[in-house]
């Protein structure tokens, strides 16, 4: 097994809190909001470990920041039905910028 990245920790270890959370939401949010949000986080997990294991990370940046993207959005409608305090909000959104970053100077792209 390869050694893992920092980012693979780092995102592994956002994906458990976010985890967490979700599975505090309401009922009424489990096929919808809940499950989309899992899907995209464990995809970009799916990414990431694929990454890892990739000589041409480049063919792959384009998936992870859209998986980024997309799971900032899913959390901040979160926020918004009342399901995320702001504070946990900030925490995600930082925790998905520093992966973001990390990202674009593992992938080699500026």
């Known amino acids: 097994m390869k050694p893992r990245p920092p980012i693979y920790t780092k995102y592994y270890d956002l994906l458990g809190w976010i985890l967490d ?3 505090k939401f309401p009922k009424n949010m489990r096929f919808g909001l809940v499950q989309k949000i899992e899907t995209i986080s464990l995809d970009l997990l799916d990414l990431l470990v694929e990454a890892i294991y990739s000589s041409e990370r480049t063919e792959l940046y384009r998936p992870v920041n859209l998986g980024i ?18 504070e946990q909000l900030r925490f995600a959104a930082g ?4 992966i973001g970053r990390m990202w674009h100077g593992w992938a080699g792209k500026k």
């Open 95 to 98: 925790g998905l910028d520093e």
């Open 69 to 86: 993207e997309k799971l900032r959005v899913f959390l901040r409608l979160s926020h918004d039905r009342g399901l995320l305090s702001a």
């Open 21 to 23: 959370r979700t599975a």
